[in-house]
């Protein structure tokens, strides 16, 4: 089956600007997590959407949001770009995730640049 | 806090060698927990979970609730087994990764 799908791969930004960024998780898939990946901080848990609801937010602040639709993709937004954002965004999906936590399937990531 | 805790950044040894990378952890109920690899230009990937007390790729992880540690170990590291390792906790429905530490395996 279709692994966890991120777009696009690449962005380059201008800091102010917004950014939109998609994941197709796995088929059958209703839970959708979001990361930021750094070199300093690694990876560092944004938020969680399960059946078109956020169940589990990270320490980010309110630039940072994220929805989920009917048929599990998820997009995560932000807004007021600032240098500090640039990193890699990761998409995960699970079968059920939350406290069933069953395995994460990974997608590429979404490489962003603010310049 | 929920805290997964790798103290190496970069780990280096040669093949063959045995190889053990830490982690601790800080959840303070019932934890779950998991390490994750990525390989060179590949996507991140479950290794195992202590859940499934399974060896994958030689690689075992025993649970240690009186030192609050998973660390990961193989007898005899391989130049494939080169890749950046993540202990992951998630007994409080969200996944919280340790920092990582990148193992490098020399021939």
């Known amino acids: 089956k279709a692994g966890v799908t991120q777009t696009p791969r690449y962005l380059i930004k201008t800091r102010g600007q917004q950014v939109t960024l998609s994941c197709s998780p796995i088929s059958g898939h209703r839970s959708v997590s979001w990361y930021q990946q750094t070199p300093g901080q690694g990876l560092q848990f944004l938020f969680e959407?399960?059946?078109?609801?956020?169940?589990n937010k990270g320490n980010f602040p309110g630039r940072f949001s994220g929805r989920q639709f009917s048929n599990s993709r998820s997009e995560m937004n932000v807004s007021t770009l600032e240098l500090g954002d640039s990193a890699l965004y990761l998409c995960a999906s699970s079968l059920l995730g939350g406290q069933m936590n069953t395995e994460a399937f990974f997608g590429q990531g979404t490489r962003l640049t603010v310049v | 806090a929920q805290r997964v805790t790798q103290p190496e950044k970069l780990l280096s040894v040669f093949k063959g060698a045995p190889v053990e990378l830490k982690c601790n952890y800080s959840?303070?109920?019932?934890?779950?927990l998991f390490w994750y690899v990525q390989y060179s230009r590949q996507r991140l990937q479950l290794l195992l979970r202590h859940i499934s007390r399974e060896s994958i790729k030689g690689f075992t992880a025993d649970l240690n609730k009186g030192e609050t540690s998973f660390h990961l170990k193989k007898p005899f590291a391989q130049e494939e087994d080169s890749a950046m390792y993540y202990c992951?906790?998630?007994?409080?429905?969200?996944?919280?990764f340790g920092k990582g530490t990148k193992l490098t395996v020399n021939p």
């Open positions: 959840y303070s109920g019932s934890p779950e």
């Open positions: 992951a906790e998630g007994g409080s429905e969200k996944l919280v």
């Open positions: 959407y399960f059946s078109e609801t956020q169940r």
